[in-house]
């Protein structure tokens, strides 16, 4: 049985607050699972080749080596079972669903969010001006 116009506009519209609210959740609910076949076969072949270097290192017993195919192949797995990031996923809420259902966009940010060494530096600022005084 098909929706009325009137429950699939509550039905957008309620689409659009999740999206606005927690775009997170949104997009997680509307992505979808599966992963192409390029990306596994690019972490089995890079799998394929730190086993190889890892025996061989292990055959002319350089550590180093087998350490280096250990890594490889901890990359390759790693690559393979991550989840691949989107530039959609990084930007965050589109503005905010006014009353009458319509999309306000959101303000520009007028400043960058402080990376993670200068808000280091902030807080060891604040307490060497708390211990200070």
Do not use: C
Not at 68 to 93: E, L, T
């Amino acid at each position: 049985m098909p929706l009325s116009e009137y429950e699939q506009r509550v039905l957008e519209q309620m689409e659009r607050q999740l999206t606005s609210d927690d775009p997170r959740l949104a997009n997680t609910l509307t992505q979808r699972g599966r992963r192409s076949f390029g990306r596994y076969a690019l972490a089995g072949t890079g799998a394929v080749v730190g086993l190889l270097v890892l025996v061989l290192g292990a055959a002319n017993s350089t550590a180093w080596l087998g350490v280096i195919g250990f890594v490889v192949m901890f990359a390759a797995v790693a690559f393979a079972f991550a989840k691949p990031r989107s530039a959609a996923a990084r930007r965050g809420p589109q503005g905010t669903v006014q009353a009458d259902g319509a999309i306000k966009p959101a303000a520009a940010s007028r400043h960058h969010k402080p990376g993670f060494m200068a808000r280091l530096e902030e807080r060891w600022d604040r307490r060497r001006g708390e211990s200070g005084r």
